[in-house]
C-alpha cells in the first residue's frame, strides 16, 4: 500500500510542508511554480527565496509557532507564498477577501487569531474589524519585476519572546487552521497539523499520477483549503499551480489557453457555468495540453459529467474529501473500470464503513464513512469534544457503503437526510435528476419543517434566462424518474443559490435563508395553463378532499394525488377520507397508479354499495383468482408501508393490508396482540371464509400475523404460509441493542436539538409514564394513545408462541444484532422455518430502491408455495 511505503519502518523521511518544496525548487529552480489569473510567474527558486525571507521576517517581528495569522489577500499569487511562508513560522488562517465588517468579526474572535495579515492596498474591512478587536495587522506587499516578484513586509514588532533556535514548527505542529466546510450552520475549527498537510499532500499527489510535466488549472478561490492542497500537490510534483481567482467562464478559458494546463479542477457549480457557456454557442479555445477534469467539494452528477466530456473530450472524474483529512477517494482510481455513483477506491487513507456501535461492517453493508491515517486530524481545535472521533477514527457524518471490490460509494450526509412521512429522502439523488431539467442552471433540495418532526420536501432553483417553471411543471417531469414521495411539495426560483462563507450549500438551514429573504413560492402552475374543473358531484367532493390533504388549489381533476405533493401518510389520510365519505375502500393501487380526481371518482361510483368496508383492512388489490396475501402493519400501525411492493405484485392474487385502528373496536385493557389478531381475523374471513390463509407482517407486524395463524389453526383452519419479514422478537433485544439505541437517540438529540427530538420520541415516554401510572390513570392514559404506542404495549406484553405451521424469515443484508438473534429463536420456535436474505436493512426492504427485489422474493415462494 501507499502510506506503507511512505511510512516505511515508521519514521518519516521529513513531515513538514517545507519539505515538499524543497526538492521540486533544488531540481527546477527556474520553472515557473505559480502562475496568476494575468499570466504573471513565480519560479521556483524565487517561491523558496521568499518563503525564506518571509519567515525570518515574521521571526524578527517576533512571531511564535502558536500564534494565529488571519490572512485577508486578493488573489493565489499572494495567498500561497503567504501560506507557505506563515505555516513555516506559526499557524495560517486564510480567510475570503468578500466578507463584510460583520463576518470579520465574527470569524477573527472564532479562531481567536493573534494577528491580520492583508494587502497595503486592499483590505479596508478587515483592517476596521481588526482595530475594534484591538489586533496587530502586519502587510504583504508584492512588487512584480520583470521575471520575478518580491514579497515583503512591513508592520510594528508583535513580540520580543519568540525564539530563533527552538521555536521554529516540526511536524505536529499546527500549520493551517480552518473552519469546517460542511452545511451546518455552527463551523468547527479544523487544526491541520505539518504533518497531516504532508501526507496529505502526498496522497493528492498519488491519486492524480502528478508529474513535473502536469500544470494544474485551479479555480476554487484562493482562501480555500482544497486550492491549498491542489497547490501543493503540484508544486511537491515540480508541476506548475495556475489560478485563475474567478469563477467567469471567460477568465477561465483565457487563462487556460494562455497556460495549457493538463489538469481543469473546480467545483460542479465552475463547471457546470463551463458547459452552459459552451452550449449557448460560444466559441470554445482549443486546450491542446488539457488530459482530464475533476470535479470537488461537491457531488457531481453524471449529466454534467457527461456534458464535460462531450464538451472537452476528455474524461471527468469525481474527488471526495473533507476539511477534517483532505481527499479520500478520486473515481480516476478505479482498477476494475469506472462504477456509476462511486467516487472509486481510496488511496493511501484507511477506509471504513461503521455501524452505531462504531463496528466495521462488512462489504456491501451502508453506515457511516469513516477514515484513519496521518493525514487525517485527531481532534477539533480549542479542545472542541466531537463524537466524530472515536478509536482513532474520523467519522465523516456521510452515508456510504464499500462494495466487493473496495470502491466507495457516497449516499449523502446523515444530517442532510429529509423524513418525509416516515420515508427517507436524499436531496442528493433529487438534485441529480432536477439538474437535467432544460430550464434549471442550479438545484438544491431541502427539508421543509412541517410541525410534529415531520418534514416536507423543498426545492430551490436558478433557471436559465428567459425560462420559467412552477411547481407541477417540476413534479412533471420528475414523475417516473423519482418515486412519489420524494417530489417537492414546495419551489423556490432564485437568482443565485445561497451559500455558506466556505461556499456551502447549507441544506438544513436554506428554508430558513430563503424565508427570512422575502422569496415568495412558486404557484402550483402558471396563468396559460388550462384548469379542468370538477364537474361530477363525486368529483367535487374528491376535489375538497384533495384541497384540504394537500393545502393546494387551482389544480385540474386530471393531475395525480402525487404530482400535487401527496406522500405515504397523505395516502393513509386520503384512503379514510374517501371511505368517511362514501363509503369505498379504493384499492391503494388504484391511487398509486393513476390517483387523479378523475379516475378516483370513476372507481367510487362503479363500486358504491356494492363491497363491504372493513375497520382494519386496506386493499391495496381486490382481483385475482389466487389465494390473497395478508399483510399486517409494522410498529406505526398502518400498512401503506408496503405500497412499493404493490405496484407491480402478481394481478392474479390479491394483496391487503392491516391497519391497526384504534376506533375498530371495544378494546380491552390491558391490550394485548391475543385481541387484536382476534379483530383482524374477523375482517380477514370476511374477504376469506376458508383456508389456506397467507399471513405476512414487517417486524412487530410479524409477531401479530402469527397469532392469527395460531388462532386459525385453533379454527381447524390451514395458515399455509407465514411470512415474516426482519421480525424482531423482544427476547431478542440485547444489551448491545439497547446501547445502539441509546447511541441513536444520543446523536438525534444532538443533530435535532430537543424540541424536535421529544416530538419525534413523545411516543416512547407517553408509554413510559403509562407504565409507571396507577391502574385507574393507566385507563385514562390508554384512551388518548396513539397507535405506535398501543402496539408497543400489546408487543411488550406479548411472549412468542411455538408455531407449528410453514414459516420464511426474510432477513435484510444489513441486518441488526436483533435480527441475528431473532432468526435463532425463530428456529427453536418453529418445525417448519427457511431463512431468506434480501436487500436492504430493516425498514428499507419495503422502500422504493429495494421493493422490487422482495416482491420478486416473496413471489417466488408464493410460487413454490402452490
Not at 203 to 229: F, N, V, W, Y
Request: aromatic letters at 10%; proline letters at 5%; a negative charge.
Amino acid at each position: 500500500m501507499y502510506l506503507d511505503k511512505l511510512l516505511g519502518s515508521g519514521t518519516l523521511p521529513g513531515n513538514r510542508i517545507i519539505d515538499l518544496i524543497e526538492p521540486a525548487a533544488g531540481e527546477y529552480p527556474d520553472k515557473p511554480a505559480l502562475m496568476g489569473a494575468g499570466g504573471e510567474t513565480l519560479t521556483y527558486s524565487c517561491l523558496l527565496d521568499s518563503i525564506r525571507s518571509l519567515s525570518e521576517a515574521l521571526h524578527e517581528l517576533g512571531i511564535s509557532k502558536r500564534d494565529r495569522i488571519a490572512a485577508v489577500l486578493p488573489g493565489s499569487m499572494e495567498v500561497m507564498p503567504a501560506f507557505l511562508s506563515i505555516s513555516n513560522r506559526a499557524v495560517f488562517i486564510p480567510l475570503s477577501p468578500d466578507l463584510s465588517r460583520e463576518q470579520y468579526l465574527y470569524y477573527l474572535q472564532l479562531f481567536k487569531a493573534d494577528i491580520l495579515l492583508t494587502a497595503e492596498d486592499s483590505g479596508g474591512l478587515c483592517r476596521q474589524a481588526a482595530d475594534e478587536l484591538a489586533r496587530p495587522v502586519i502587510y504583504l506587499k508584492r512588487q512584480q519585476n520583470v521575471n520575478h516578484s518580491v514579497f515583503l513586509l512591513s508592520g510594528g514588532k508583535y513580540s520580543e519572546t519568540a525564539d530563533a533556535d527552538k521555536d521554529w514548527p516540526d511536524g505536529d505542529d499546527m500549520a493551517l487552521l480552518q473552519f469546517t466546510s460542511g452545511t451546518t450552520a455552527e463551523p468547527k475549527l479544523v487544526p491541520r497539523s505539518h504533518k497531516n498537510l504532508y501526507f496529505a499532500t502526498r496522497q493528492r499527489r498519488e491519486e492524480m499520477h502528478l508529474t513535473a510535466d502536469d500544470k494544474l488549472l485551479i479555480t476554487t478561490p484562493s482562501h480555500r483549503g482544497i486550492t491549498l492542497i491542489d497547490s501543493l500537490a503540484i508544486l511537491a510534483a515540480g508541476g506548475t499551480a495556475m489560478f485563475t481567482d474567478s469563477i467567469d467562464p471567460d477568465k477561465i478559458l483565457t487563462a487556460a489557453k494562455r497556460g495549457n494546463p493538463t489538469w481543469l479542477l473546480g467545483g460542479p457549480a465552475v463547471l457546470s457555468a463551463l458547459a452552459v457557456h459552451a452550449e449557448t454557442g460560444n466559441k470554445m479555445p482549443v486546450i491542446s495540453g488539457l488530459k482530464y477534469i475533476r470535479s470537488a467539494g461537491a457531488p457531481l452528477n453524471e449529466l454534467l459529467a457527461e456534458r464535460l466530456t462531450a464538451i472537452f473530450q476528455r474524461p471527468v472524474y469525481e474527488g471526495y474529501g473533507s476539511t477534517e483529512c483532505g481527499n479520500i477517494a478520486l473515481s480516476m482510481n478505479s482498477p476494475r473500470g469506472y462504477k456509476p455513483g462511486s467516487v472509486g477506491v481510496p488511496l493511501g487513507i484507511e477506509t471504513a464503513v461503521l455501524d452505531e456501535m462504531g463496528r466495521i461492517l462488512p462489504c456491501g453493508l451502508t453506515g457511516e464513512i469513516a477514515v484513519r491515517g496521518p493525514q487525517v486530524i485527531e481532534s477539533y481545535a480549542d479542545g472542541v469534544s466531537s463524537e466524530s472521533f472515536r478509536d482513532g477514527w474520523f467519522k465523516t457524518g456521510d452515508r456510504g457503503y464499500i462494495d466487493a471490490d473496495g470502491y466507495l460509494f457516497v449516499l449523502g450526509r446523515y444530517k442532510e437526510i429529509i423524513n418525509r412521512g416516515g420515508e427517507k429522502v436524499s436531496p442528493y439523488e433529487v438534485e441529480a435528476v432536477l439538474n437535467t431539467h432544460p430550464h434549471i442552471l442550479q438545484a438544491a433540495v431541502f427539508p421543509v419543517f412541517a410541525g410534529d418532526g415531520q418534514e416536507e420536501v423543498g426545492a430551490a432553483a436558478v433557471l436559465r434566462e428567459g425560462t420559467q417553471l412552477y411547481l407541477k411543471d417540476l413534479r412533471r417531469f420528475l414523475n417516473g424518474k423519482v418515486t412519489a414521495f420524494k417530489m417537492p411539495s414546495v419551489l423556490f426560483i432564485l437568482e443565485e443559490m445561497p451559500v455558506s462563507d466556505a461556499d456551502k450549500i447549507q441544506r438544513k438551514i436554506l428554508y430558513k435563508k430563503i424565508k427570512e429573504s422575502g422569496i415568495a413560492a412558486q404557484p402550483l402552475a402558471g396563468d396559460n395553463e388550462t384548469i379542468i374543473p370538477p364537474h361530477s358531484q363525486t368529483e367535487k367532493t374528491l376535489y375538497e378532499i384533495f384541497t384540504r390533504i394537500l393545502l393546494v388549489k387551482g389544480f385540474s381533476i386530471t393531475d395525480s394525488f402525487f404530482e400535487l405533493g401527496g406522500d405515504s401518510l397523505k395516502t393513509a389520510v386520503l384512503f379514510g377520507n374517501i371511505e368517511d365519505e362514501f363509503g369505498v375502500q379504493v384499492p391503494l393501487k388504484d391511487i398509486f397508479n393513476n390517483g387523479t380526481i378523475k379516475n378516483l371518482a370513476q372507481i367510487i361510483d362503479a363500486n358504491r354499495g356494492e363491497k363491504d368496508s372493513y375497520s382494519f383492512i386496506m386493499p391495496f388489490q381486490v382481483n385475482g383468482s389466487k389465494t390473497p396475501v395478508f399483510f399486517v402493519h409494522s410498529a406505526d400501525g398502518e400498512a401503506v408501508a408496503y405500497r412499493h411492493i404493490s405496484v407491480n405484485f402478481d394481478p392474479e392474487r390479491p394483496l391487503y393490508g392491516i391497519n391497526f385502528n384504534p376506533d375498530g373496536a371495544k378494546w380491552l385493557h390491558p391490550i394485548t396482540f391475543e385481541q387484536i389478531a382476534a379483530e383482524y381475523l374477523r375482517e380477514i374471513r370476511k374477504i376469506q371464509p376458508e383456508g389456506p390463509y397467507i399471513l405476512a407482517g414487517l417486524c412487530v407486524g410479524g409477531i401479530i400475523a402469527s397469532e392469527i395463524g395460531l388462532q386459525l389453526m385453533e379454527m381447524g383452519q390451514e395458515a399455509a404460509l407465514l411470512a415474516v419479514f426482519d421480525t424482531i422478537l423482544p427476547e431478542a433485544e440485547t444489551r448491545d441493542g439497547f446501547n445502539a439505541n441509546m447511541i441513536r437517540n444520543m446523536r438525534e438529540l444532538f443533530n435535532e436539538g430537543p424540541i424536535e427530538y421529544l416530538n419525534t420520541k413523545w411516543y416512547y415516554y407517553r408509554r413510559l409514564i403509562y407504565r409507571k401510572s396507577p391502574d385507574m390513570v393507566r385507563r385514562i392514559i390508554f384512551r388518548g394513545m396513539d397507535k405506535r404506542t398501543v402496539i408497543g404495549l400489546g408487543r411488550s406484553n406479548y411472549k412468542q408462541k411455538e408455531y407449528p405451521g410453514k414459516v420464511v424469515f426474510f432477513q435484510p443484508d444489513d441486518a441488526g444484532e436483533g435480527s441475528r438473534s431473532s432468526v435463532e429463536l425463530w428456529e427453536k420456535l418453529s418445525r417448519d422455518i427457511s431463512i431468506i436474505r434480501i436487500k436492504g436493512n430493516h425498514l428499507s426492504i419495503f422502500y422504493a430502491e429495494n421493493a422490487e427485489y422482495t416482491r420478486e422474493a416473496l413471489e417466488k415462494v408464493l410460487e413454490e408455495l402452490s
